[in-house]
């Protein structure tokens, strides 16, 4: 089983569609994974990387940018954020009405 696994991970966007978040990080999740699932742009990946810019190293256009990109693909997480985060930090409410309710 395990050789079919590794078969199928290894198939090039398979790392595209894998939410990380779904993950417990407790686990101790592998960097070299990480930079794959980034580098088959990968919304959840994509999502991180933008919340990390934004709110722990204060590259504000960076992050938000990034939240955007996750966003635009429908990652439900960075639809809310990316919407909340302009209304508080801009005033901007243009993206509220992506929010699902």
Known sequence: MSKWMKALADRRRVYHFFDVLSVPWGLG?????????????NPSTIYIKGVHFFFSFGFKEEGLSLLKQAADVGYEHAVYLHAITRVIYWSDGQYMSCIPR
């Open 29 to 41: 999740m592998p960097s070299l994974f990480l930079k794959t699932c980034y580098e088959e742009r």
